[in-house]
T-cell receptor, first 115, second 110 residues
Framework: KAGVTQTPRYLIKTRGQQVTLSCSPI?????VSWYQQTPGQGLQFLFE???????NKGNFPGRFSGRQFSNSRSEMNVSTLELGDSALYLC??????????????FGPGTRLTVT | ELKVEQNPLFLSMQEGKNYTIYCNYS?????LYWYRQDPGKSLESLFV?????AVKQEGRLMASLDTKARLSTLHITAAVHDLSATYFC??????????FGTGTRLTIIP
């Protein structure tokens, strides 16, 4: 079974630009979550999508947005990039949201560098 | 707001020794996770603990959960170099997000 895939793996952008990251969950998984990892703030939750609906949202500004498609693939978008957005962005998928099956499987991440 | 604290933040230990990483969390949780992360890599799931008293073991790693004390431990037995990595605990409640600890950077010295 293929794991979670994220594209692109590495990205360099300039301040003020926008960026879109993509995540393909494990086949059959309907929940996709996004996390930002930085040396200073650690791992922080961005948002979660389930069946094309945003179910949870972290404490990030509105410049961070996401969506999920009918095939469970998800994208996140960051507009008006700032230097502080440089981070590893991790996507995780899980089968559903039931108590016994809420293990999250993480993708390899997208390393975003803002210059 | 759920807060998760890990200690120590950094741990340097000799091969063959035993040590324990601690994870405390501030409010009720019904799932506790342990992950491993190698430099520049993603998170690898190690254990999911669901109930009070749960204990899981894989190789030289053993995780336990005490929900009354809101404490989980990750015990390393007879450490080997391959265990060098950063270890994270994370907790969630119901269908809420995962809240991660700060991570423990473990270095095994030959």
């Amino acid at each position: 079974k293929a794991g979670v895939t994220q594209t692109p793996r590495y990205l360099i952008k300039t301040r003020g630009q926008q960026v879109t990251l993509s995540c393909s969950p494990i086949s059959g998984h309907r929940s996709v979550s996004w996390y930002q990892q930085t040396p200073g703030q650690g791992l922080q939750f961005l948002f979660e999508y389930f069946s094309e609906t945003q179910r949870n949202k972290g404490n990030f500004p509105g410049r961070f947005s996401g969506r999920q498609f009918s095939n469970s693939r998800s994208e996140m978008n960051v507009s008006t990039l700032e230097l502080g957005d440089s981070a590893l962005y991790l996507c995780a998928s899980s089968p559903d949201r039931g108590l016994l099956s809420y293990e999250q499987y993480f993708g390899p991440g997208t390393r975003l560098t803002v210059t | 707001e759920l807060k998760v604290e890990q200690n120590p933040l950094f741990l340097s230990m000799q091969e063959g020794k035993n040590y324990t990483i601690y994870c405390n969390y501030s409010t009720t949780s019904d799932r506790l996770y342990w992950y491993r992360q190698d430099p520049g890599k993603s998170l690898e799931s190690l254990f999911v603990l669901l109930s009070n008293g749960a204990v899981k073991q894989e190789g030289r790693l053993m995780a336990s959960l005490d929900t009354k004390a809101r404490l989980s431990t990750l015990h390393i037995t007879a450490a080997v170099h391959d265990l060098s990595a950063t270890y994270f605990c994370a907790v969630s409640f119901g269908n809420e997000k995962l809240t991660f600890g700060t991570g423990t950077r473990l270095t095994i010295i030959p």
